[in-house]
């Protein structure tokens, strides 16, 4: 190891503590992190409280309604009667999931997904009583009623039907539900009637969705970036979310749908028929993510205003969502939707902005789908897909790799040249060197335009592997799950910016990159790492850097990464062993003297043309000033 080596290493080492210093936060900031974590320690005592006080109460109504009737009658007016009785459970099933809904209140109290199970092989529980709260606010003559508050009584009951029902004098209000074979889409149907005289008619009915969002995956902070509270504007195709990070809100109005998100799975609420949610104020906090013994990773609420009156006889059409974010999945929603009700189900899976997004949905994903009917390790699913995609990309590496072999068959030249010229001459070298490229019509941006030309797809994998939930619990070598990092030792304590276990298939990433970098630098040498020599360390730098951003995520994605530095690394060797310097050079020298005998200029010719043009102007300039 020469000194210019251990002066590099040593800075790189320099950087790294430097950035572990500057990220490291200040007294004010830990005082104020402290006092956040004070403050939503206080909330939530607060929402303890008022749970219990709420819980005093309803014990308090069950007592009056059942003691005696007439005085709940004169509490409650019509809908006293309601306020007494006893909850039973009806079950609706399918052999995708199993929904709980309590004769008292009326709506869905446990919904669990058959299918799926937690990164602990536990029964994945979507939400339960515990964690989630949907209340209706009706505004009676005698103040507000709640309908977690009533008893209903169930009719109609088979394995996917229930229609629950709550009189209030003559009328009633009832929650009429059905679940489709083979589906995660529960329809709710909400009927009013004769209630006028029990309600003021002048207010909208208030939807009060509160949910905590339970961790189901092995990494907490992993599965705290991608949970978001969603929703859709009625009659538009975007998707909007409230902020993954800290505490976020928003006032927003005519809603299609929202949708409490995790990282795999979600609860959405839809509007149907042509109905909308007329108004609602969304909020998100984050819980302590970092923590992997936290047993909650958000809280979501929503405060809202339907778009029906209650004191109005007619039925509104809702559905619940409460399955997987699934691509493909949530995409066949909209088969047979046009119009304003399309719903862009889909969006609610990050694949990346703008092009990247694209490039998940028309290549990346489609080609996914076709491997799984004919493979199911996805393992090796992963492979072929990443040769698959290496053979796309193959015309613009080899594009990219042609215009640097021509700037290396160019080096003995221009190396001859410089000497000519004073070391110290910097710009007076550069110039010489671009003076042989023009001269052979060789352009040094070659290279970079085909790989920039790449870039959308490598992007899109980025992407997409942490959001594919299809490798969600499948095991791979020593991967016992793909979806999550593949820790091979647990240190039991966190080391900054890096974590605190080993993912091996990142390890490997890493390895392979630098062993790629140096394999790379020699292959392809120009002679620009003799000019710029920090350049050289800097190259070394990023994939010691990936080693710190790619170990909490998925292993997947590192092993797609690891398999396609492997493919790189041997396509760079054939294209090296299969293209002949010699005759590269002679071809080059063919071409600039056929260019020069037809007059024909490229674009490098023509932009030192320009460039000479425009330092004789200036020159003039400046005789004529003088």
Same mark, same amino acid.
């Given at each position: 190891?020469?000194?210019?080596?251990?002066?590099?290493?040593?800075?790189?080492?320099? =950087?790294?503590?430097?950035?572990?210093?500057?990220?490291?936060?200040s007294k004010?900031?830990? #005082?104020?992190?402290?006092?956040?974590?004070?403050?939503?320690?206080?909330?939530?005592?607060?929402?303890?409280?008022?749970?219990?006080?709420?819980?005093?109460?309803?014990?308090?109504?069950?007592?009056?309604?059942?003691?005696?009737?007439?005085?709940?009658?004169?509490?409650?007016?019509?809908?006293?009667?309601a306020?007494?009785?006893?909850?039973?459970?009806v079950?609706?099933?399918n052999?995708?999931?199993?929904?709980e809904?309590?004769?008292?209140?009326?709506?869905?109290?446990?919904?669990?997904?058959?299918?799926?199970?937690?990164?602990?092989?536990?029964?994945?529980?979507?939400f339960?009583?515990?964690?989630?709260?949907?209340?209706?606010?009706?505004?009676s003559?005698n103040?507000? !009623?709640?309908?977690?508050d009533?008893?209903f009584?169930?009719?109609?009951?088979?394995?996917?039907?229930?229609?629950?029902t709550?009189?209030?004098?003559?009328?009633?209000?009832?929650?009429d539900?059905?679940?489709?074979?083979?589906?995660?889409?529960?329809?709710?149907?909400?009927?009013?009637?004769n209630?006028?005289?029990?309600?003021?008619?002048?207010?909208?009915?208030?939807?009060?969705?509160?949910?905590k969002?339970?961790?189901?995956?092995?990494?907490?902070?992993?599965?705290?970036?991608y949970?978001e509270?969603?929703?859709?504007?009625?009659?538009e195709?975007t998707?909007?979310?409230?902020?993954?990070?800290?505490?976020? #809100?928003?006032?927003?109005?005519?809603?299609?749908?929202?949708a409490?998100?995790?990282?795999?799975?979600?609860?959405?609420?839809?509007?149907?028929?042509?109905?909308?949610?007329?108004s609602?104020?969304?909020?998100?906090v984050?819980?302590?993510?970092?923590?992997h013994?936290?047993?909650?990773?958000?809280?979501?609420s929503?405060?809202?205003?339907?778009?029906?009156?209650?004191?109005?006889?007619?039925?509104?059409?809702?559905r619940?969502?409460?399955?997987?974010?699934?691509?493909?999945?949530?995409?066949?929603?909209?088969?047979?939707?046009?119009?304003?009700?399309?719903?862009?189900?889909?969006k609610?899976?990050?694949?990346?902005?703008?092009?990247?997004?694209? =490039?998940?949905q028309?290549? !990346?994903?489609?080609?996914f789908?076709?491997l799984?009917?004919?493979?199911?390790?996805?393992?090796?699913l992963?492979?072929l897909?990443?040769?698959?995609?290496?053979?796309?990309?193959?015309?613009?590496?080899?594009?990219?790799?042609?215009?640097?072999?021509k700037m290396r068959?160019?080096?003995?030249?221009i190396?001859?040249?410089q000497a000519?010229?004073?070391?110290?001459?910097?710009?007076?070298?550069?110039?010489?060197?671009?003076?042989?490229?023009q001269?052979?019509?060789?352009?040094?941006?070659?290279?970079?335009?085909?790989?920039?030309?790449?870039?959308?797809?490598?992007?899109?994998?980025?992407?997409?592997?942490?959001?594919?939930?299809?490798?969600r619990?499948?095991s791979?070598?020593?991967?016992?799950?793909?979806?999550a990092?593949?820790?091979?030792?647990?240190?039991?304590?966190?080391?900054?910016?890096?974590?605190?276990?080993?993912?091996?298939f990142?390890l490997?990433?890493?390895?392979?990159?630098?062993?790629?970098?140096?394999?790379?630098?020699?292959?392809?040498d120009?002679?620009?790492?003799?000019?710029?020599?920090?350049?050289?360390?800097?190259?070394?730098?990023?994939p010691?850097?990936?080693?710190?951003?790619?170990?909490?995520?998925a292993?997947?994605?590192t092993?797609?990464?690891?398999?396609?530095?492997?493919l790189?690394?041997?396509?760079?060797?054939?294209?090296r062993?299969?293209?002949?310097?010699?005759?590269l050079?002679?071809?080059?020298?063919?071409?600039?003297?056929?260019?020069?005998?037809?007059?024909?200029?490229?674009?490098?010719?023509?932009?030192?043309?320009?460039?000479?043009?425009?330092?004789?102007?200036?020159?003039?300039q400046?005789?004529?000033?003088?």
């Amino acid at each position: 190891m020469d000194k210019q080596q251990k002066i590099g290493i040593a800075l790189i080492f320099l =950087v790294l503590i430097g950035f572990s210093f500057w990220n490291t936060p200040s007294k004010e900031e830990i #005082e104020a992190r402290k006092r956040a974590a004070d403050s939503v320690a206080a909330v939530e005592k607060q929402k303890q409280i008022n749970e219990v006080e709420k819980q005093a109460s309803l014990r308090a109504a069950d007592s009056i309604a059942k003691a005696d009737p007439k005085a709940a009658v004169e509490k409650y007016g019509s809908f006293g009667a309601a306020m007494g009785g006893v909850s039973t459970d009806v079950i609706l099933e399918n052999n995708l999931v199993k929904i709980e809904i309590p004769s008292k209140g009326g709506v869905p109290a446990k919904v669990t997904l058959k299918e799926y199970t937690t990164y602990e092989k536990q029964p994945l529980v979507l939400f339960d009583k515990n964690t989630q709260r949907f209340n209706l606010e009706l505004a009676s003559v005698n103040g507000i !009623v709640n309908t977690e508050d009533l008893y209903f009584t169930p009719s109609n009951v088979t394995a996917s039907t229930v229609t629950l029902t709550a009189k209030a004098g003559d009328g009633f209000i009832s929650f009429d539900y059905k679940l489709p074979a083979d589906s995660y889409m529960l329809n709710f149907d909400i009927t009013t009637n004769n209630l006028k005289s029990a309600l003021r008619s002048s207010e909208t009915t208030r939807l009060l969705w509160n949910s905590k969002i339970t961790r189901k995956e092995k990494s907490s902070t992993f599965e705290s970036r991608y949970a978001e509270l969603g929703y859709k504007f009625f009659g538009e195709n975007t998707v909007d979310n409230l902020s993954a990070t800290g505490e976020d #809100e928003e006032d927003v109005s005519n809603l299609h749908w929202v949708a409490f998100k995790d990282q795999y799975f979600s609860a959405v609420l839809i509007a149907d028929g042509g109905g909308r949610i007329a108004s609602a104020k969304l909020k998100s906090v984050e819980a302590n993510g970092n923590d992997h013994r936290s047993e909650f990773i958000k809280s979501y609420s929503a405060d809202a205003k339907l778009g029906f009156n209650a004191a109005e006889n007619q039925t509104s059409r809702y559905r619940f969502f409460y399955g997987p974010n699934k691509y493909k999945l949530l995409c066949s929603y909209d088969d047979d939707t046009k119009g304003d009700e399309v719903l862009k189900l889909n969006k609610l899976i990050p694949l990346g902005w703008a092009v990247f997004r694209w =490039v998940n949905q028309l290549i !990346v994903i489609p080609l996914f789908n076709l491997l799984e009917n004919f493979i199911s390790n996805y393992g090796l699913l992963i492979f072929l897909l990443t040769v698959i995609i290496k053979l796309i990309l193959f015309p613009f590496s080899y594009k990219s790799y042609l215009s640097t072999a021509k700037m290396r068959v160019l080096k003995p030249e221009i190396e001859r040249l410089q000497a000519e010229i004073p070391a110290d001459n910097t710009m007076e070298r550069q110039q010489v060197s671009m003076k042989v490229y023009q001269k052979a019509g060789v352009n040094p941006m070659g290279g970079c335009l085909p790989m920039l030309l790449s870039m959308p797809i490598l992007i899109a994998m980025f992407t997409f592997f942490p959001t594919a939930i299809e490798l969600r619990g499948h095991s791979f070598l020593w991967a016992d799950d793909l979806s999550a990092y593949d820790s091979i030792l647990d240190f039991g304590f966190n080391i900054p910016f890096y974590g605190d276990h080993v993912s091996l298939f990142c390890l490997l990433m890493t390895v392979v990159n630098i062993i790629y970098t140096k394999f790379n630098m020699q292959m392809t040498d120009t002679g620009a790492q003799q000019q710029m020599p920090m350049m050289k360390y800097m190259m070394y730098f990023m994939p010691v850097m990936f080693l710190f951003i790619f170990n909490d995520y998925a292993s997947g994605l590192t092993y797609y990464y690891f398999v396609s530095l492997l493919l790189t690394i041997i396509q760079t060797v054939a294209m090296r062993y299969t293209i002949d310097d010699e005759k590269l050079l002679q071809k080059i020298n063919e071409k600039a003297e056929k260019n020069k005998a037809s007059n024909k200029k490229g674009w490098m010719q023509r932009l030192a043309e320009m460039q000479e043009e425009q330092k004789k102007m200036l020159e003039q300039q400046r005789k004529n000033k003088q």
